[in-house]
């Protein structure tokens, strides 16, 4: 059974304060993997796709990897506009399989 | 361009009672797909239509169904409502079956009492 766990649950940063956020997972035939955003009421917002060991893909603050197993989202300088629950998905055949999320709190 | 949309945005509904909801894909996008969410289960695939056939179905009982227009919108129903149907019901768009980049709309908040 394909499965995706994410980690921490939830992370609170000061403003400025590094940090990464973790994806694993167990699937057979990963076709892609998936980074969304998604703020409280609001549906997830498409950050990144990732299809192959390696691959790295950046948007402003943000900055994502992945390995054969698992995917890293790292937060550069955050600021508090970027506290949200961040969701991975992987893709295998046509489907999309999610994390429960990390909820991501930055205080100024 | 717009987003996807979906209507209503909240609802109420008893237990027994059954329930539509309605999804508009980005123009150009022929893919649909319904998820639900809550707070234990986190995001969990319901279906995927392309063309107006159903091409995927999630672990989910025969209660809940859908369908697609010619024009890409969709709809989805849900019967003889339980308690633990009340969740977020989003609706994701891509150009082409498969998920590729799907773009999510806002969301039906549905609570059964």
């Known amino acids: 059974e394909d499965q995706v766990t994410q980690s921490p649950e939830a992370l609170r940063l000061q403003e400025g304060e590094s940090s990464s956020l973790n994806c694993s997972y167990t699937?057979?035939?990963?076709?892609?993997l998936f980074w969304y955003r998604q703020d409280p009421g609001k549906g997830p917002e498409f950050l990144f796709t990732?299809?192959?060991a390696g691959e790295e893909k950046e948007k402003e603050r943000l900055k994502a990897t992945l390995t054969k197993k698992e995917s890293f989202l790292h937060i550069t300088a955050p600021k508090p506009e970027d506290s949200a629950t961040y969701l991975c998905?992987?893709?295998?055949?046509?489907?999309?399989?999610f994390g429960k999320g990390t909820m991501l709190l930055v205080s100024p | 361009k717009a987003g996807v949309t979906q209507t209503p945005r909240y609802l109420i509904k008893t237990r027994g009672q059954q329930v539509t909801l309605s999804c508009s894909p980005i123009?150009?996008?022929?893919?649909v797909s319904w998820y639900q969410q809550t707070p234990g289960q986190g995001l969990q695939f319901l279906f995927e239509?392309?063309?107006?056939?159903?091409?995927n179905k999630g672990n989910f009982p025969g209660r809940f169904s859908g369908r697609q227009f010619s024009n890409s919108r969709s709809e989805m129903n849900v019967s003889t409502l339980e308690l633990g149907d009340s969740a977020l019901y989003l609706c994701?768009?891509?150009?082409?079956?498969?998920?590729?980049?799907?773009?999510f709309g806002p969301g039906t908040r549905l609570t059964v009492l």
């Open positions: 994701a768009s891509s150009l082409g079956t498969g998920a590729n980049e799907q773009f």
């Open positions: 699937v057979s035939g990963l076709r892609g």
């Open positions: 990732l299809y192959s």
């Open positions: 998905a992987v893709q295998v055949y046509s489907t999309l399989t």
């Open positions: 123009s150009g996008h022929r893919s």
């Open positions: 239509y392309f063309s107006e056939t159903q091409r």
